[in-house]
């Protein structure tokens, strides 16, 4: 969606941005105050007719002509929904674990309030730089060539964060699929207790995961809107299947019955009608917030995060004064949608394993529940699709239909990540194609150098799986570099902004817009990125991590 979009009534469409725009955001954006001695913005930004948040350049072939005939505010707001809920969904449930309830919900609830202000930072240098840069090329109109690299950095090593977590869950779950279909009489669960032969089993997982995608990463996927579509529809499916079970699961279990301490506390304190306990159950399950503040900072923003993509987002848009607003709101659905999902966390307990997925291996069907809470005897292929009458205990196999809801959600991290690992990888060596120094692209033939870029690409992801396979780690490097998208750089443009005379967001008859959009906002959330950069970093070395 982030190409052209053809459209006509240009200068109207503009005409309707800019006052919505003005009425919102007040008249900071449009007019020039007196601008400061520092290094001045680009030439587009300092005009005095410089457009306003989201309203775009009308001129032909702009972005406004685009406007004109893009998606609705509906669909935008469903591509957004579909940007931001990934594969790192079946990572928050052990989060929420590791952080606890209380510290996981206000975890949740203050990154999307933040991502939502700093969105509407983004958006509005983009609109006062013309709307037609991507996100480095806004980074470097406004704050110059060395912070470029530093975007470019970021955004690459965020990317290879994704790439390095679709290999990590996908070769997880190819491992236990694979061992169980060979009929080995240990799980192979890479997360609980691996066995040597189980670590071996991981690695070739992901090594069969690389030359899967090598070919696949290889072509350009334009025309695979269908296909993408059906991978979506799944993705969707598979979430609620999670939730439908989890949610049986818990409201079947009662008391100490439960594998959770909080569930278990507060199911016997709501039997005896003591709802007040619950409270205190919740205040006690979050008395040691601090193990898991790193992992839930991490897991929680890099779930939430959509700024690289805002860019695409607001040009794809019919009605791009309305953009901020529309993928605003999709970011509180989602953000509803990953504290369901995280929340199962509470039920697994402890057992949560790091892709949440493996736990629906010992999902039995029996009472909606899970055979052992998470921690199943599984005996290879017969006892994995439910084909021997009974488990060796005298428990019978689940039926049909549980073993289906067992495969639908096992299989979930392997759909997700061959449905977005050749895309992302397609990105990322596009992006590295355009960085690499003249002396390259002089040795080799345009088509020698995409291929270069495609390995550069899928290659160090995949090799980075069988060294190390431990999600919590991966996660907590990807959020590294989330912090500094979602956070330091949005900062940093408004800081620019403000030191050249011409605040993004102004004279506002919002109170609250004009505080959000001040200096000190700014200062703050640079402050938040460095904690949180420092946290992230002590988590994934186990300094500050259960």
Known sequence: ????????????????????????????????????????????????????????????????????????????????????????????????????LITSLLSMLGWTAVFVVTLSWVLAALGRAGGELDWIGLVREFLGPRAELGASVTV????????????????????????????????????????????????LAALFFGVAMLPLSMV????????QAVFTLYRFVAVAAILATVGAAALTATGAASP???????????AAGEARRVLVAAVSEGGHWYDGLGIAFSTISSSQICHMQAPSLMRAAREPANAWRVISLALMLTAVLNTVVGLTGLYFGDR??????????????????????????????????????????????????????????????????????????????????????QMARERFSPKGLKVLCRLIAVLPPVGLTMVLHKLSIVFDVTGLFSFVLGLALPALLVLKAHSSGRPLIGRSRHRLLRLLGGRAAAYSLLVLAFFSIGLSALSAAGVVSR
């Open 260 to 270: 959770n301490r909080f569930l278990a506390a507060a199911t016997s304190a709501v």
């Open 156 to 203: 690459l090593s965020f990317t290879y964060g994704l790439l390095w977590s679709y290999a990590a869950m996908c070769s997880a779950t190819i491992s236990l699929l694979l061992t169980a279909t060979l009929g080995w009489e240990e799980e192979c669960d890479i997360y609980t207790n691996p066995s040597p032969a189980c670590v071996a089993a991981n690695q």
């Open 1 to 100: 969606f982030a190409s052209a979009l053809p459209g006509a009534g240009a200068d109207t469409a503009a005409m309707s941005s800019r006052e919505s725009s003005r009425e919102f955001l007040g008249d900071g954006l449009l007019d020039n105050e007196a601008p400061s001695a520092t290094r001045e913005l680009p030439a587009v930004v300092a005009d005095d007719d410089a457009p306003v948040l989201l309203a775009t350049s009308s001129g032909p072939g702009g972005a406004a002509d685009r406007g004109a005939g893009g998606v609705s505010d509906t669909v935008l707001f469903l591509l957004t929904v579909n940007v931001v809920i990934g594969s790192g969904i079946v990572g928050l449930p052990f989060a929420f674990n590791q952080a606890g």
């Open 352 to 437: 949560t394993e790091q892709l949440a997925t493996l736990n629906w291996k010992a999902y039995d069907g029996h009472t909606f529940g899970f055979t052992g809470f998470g921690v199943s005897n599984l005996t290879g292929l017969n006892d994995l699709y439910g084909l021997n009458g009974s488990n060796g205990e005298g428990v019978a196999q689940p039926p049909a239909w549980a073993v289906g809801v067992r495969l639908l959600v096992l299989i979930y991290p392997i759909v997700a990540s061959a449905s977005s690992f050749p895309i992302t990888a397609v990105v990322l060596s596009n992006n590295l194609n355009e960085i690499l120094p």
């Open 220 to 227: 350009d996927l334009e025309g695979s809107g269908s296909l």
